[in-house]
C-alpha cells in the first residue's frame, strides 16, 4: 500500500555547518542529524512474487539492504532511475530510499517507484539554498542527510546501509557481498578519478592502506559506493552526520560512525573485484523541439509521446522556440503537414 503524506513541509536546513563554517572540519562531527522530513510516498509491501526464480519467502531471512539514491531533475533522471529498478529488482529483501532533490514532490516519479513494485520511500530533500552558489556544490549530501534521518527516525538497528548513485553501474554479486557486513565493509569502485580506481589496500586479509588519486588529508580517501555499514554498528553512534563539506562527505561521514581501521572488512576477494562503476551520464539540457501545437493531438502518437516526455523532464514541444522537427519518409523530409494534417 501506498501512504501519500500530507504534513506541512519545512525547507531544509543546514544544521551541521553555515557558511562561516563551510570549508573546515571544525564543527562537522559530534553533532547528531536534526533534518525535517518530507515524505512523498512509501510502501513497505515488497510486491514481486518471485525475485531470480526463487518465491520471495526463501529470502526471509536475509537482513534488509537500505539503498539511498540521491537524485535531482534532469532530462537524463528518469531513464537512469529505470536502469537501476531493473538492477534492484534482483536484489530481495531491499528498501529503496529515493530523495530527490527539489522543493515539492514529483508525482510521475511516485508513479515510477510505485510500478516496480519494490519497497521504497519517495521524499523530497532539496539542497539548502544558502549552498546552490557555492563551487563546488555539495551535491546529493542534503538527500542522503535525509535518508540518515529517515533511519533514524524508524530507530532502525537491523540492516545494512548502502549509499547507491543513479547513474552507478551494479554487479549483482555486490549485495550479497555488503549483505555480509558485520560493522563496515569496502570494495574497489572503477572508473574514480585519475586512476580509474579508488579502493583499499589489502595484505593478509586486512586493510592497511587506500588506493585514490586524491587524499587531500581524508582519513578515509574512498567513494560513496566504495562502502556499506551495519545498522546494528552505525546505532551505537547517536551522532550521525554528513556535513555539507564537498570532496570530504564520505571521510566524515566514516569519521561520525567512529571507524577504525582494523574495523573494516575487505569485500569482493580481498578487494581483488570491481562489483560497482562509477559511470557518469553525460547531463544535457532538456531538449525544446518545434512542432506546432496544432498537430499535437490524437491524428498521432506525437502529442501524447511528447507530453509524456515534458513530465519525465526529457523534452517539449513549441510552437515557436527550438529545432524544427524533422519528419521524415522514404529518406525524404516533408512539412510536418504533409503527414499529420
Known sequence: ??????????????????????????NTIGIALNEPLHICSERYEDHRLYIDDKPRSAYAQLP?????????????????????????????????????????CDNFLDMQLNG??????????????????????????????????????????????YFGDDDNTYDLRLFSEIRQTQRVSMFPVGLIAEYAISGPV?????????????????????????????????????????????????????????????????????????????TQTKNKKSAVVRLENRFMDERSNLGALFRLLERMGVARASDTEGLLATISKNGKSKTHSYFLN
Not at 537501476?84 to 530527490?100: E, F, G
Not at 539542497?127 to 556544490?137: G, L, N, Q, T
Not at 587506500?210 to 588529508?217: I, K, T, Y
Open 1 to 26: 500500500m501506498t501512504r501519500l503524506t500530507t504534513a506541512y513541509y519545512h525547507p531544509f536546513q543546514a544544521t551541521i555547518t553555515s557558511k562561516r563554517t563551510h570549508g573546515s572540519i571544525r
Open 202 to 278: 589489502v595484505r593478509d586479509g586486512k586493510v592497511v592502506a587506500f588506493l585514490d588519486s586524491w587524499v587531500a588529508g581524508r582519513r578515509w580517501p574512498v567513494d560513496m559506493a566504495g562502502f556499506a555499514v551495519s545498522l546494528s554498528y552505525m546505532s551505537q553512534y547517536p551522532n550521525v552526520n554528513m556535513p555539507y563539506k564537498p570532496g570530504y562527505e564520505e571521510d566524515l561521514f566514516l569519521r561520525s560512525i567512529g571507524l577504525r581501521i582494523e574495523q573494516i572488512e575487505p569485500r569482493g576477494k580481498n578487494c581483488t573485484e570491481i562489483l560497482v562503476w562509477h
Open 116 to 161: 516496480f513494485g519494490i519497497p521504497y520511500t519517495h521524499m523530497a530533500s532539496p539542497m539548502p539554498r544558502e549552498y546552490r552558489k557555492v563551487k563546488p556544490a555539495p551535491r546529493g549530501v542534503a538527500n542522503r542527510r535525509a535518508a540518515l534521518q529517515w533511519l533514524h527516525q524508524h530507530n532502525l538497528t537491523n540492516g545494512i546501509l
Open 64 to 104: 534488509v539492504i537500505y539503498f539511498v539514491t540521491p537524485t535531482y531533475p534532469r532530462r537524463e533522471q528518469i531513464p537512469e532511475l529505470i536502469r537501476l529498478a531493473y538492477t534492484l529488482l534482483h536484489v530481495p529483501r531491499l528498501h529503496w530510499l529515493v530523495a530527490n532533490d527539489r522543493e515539492g
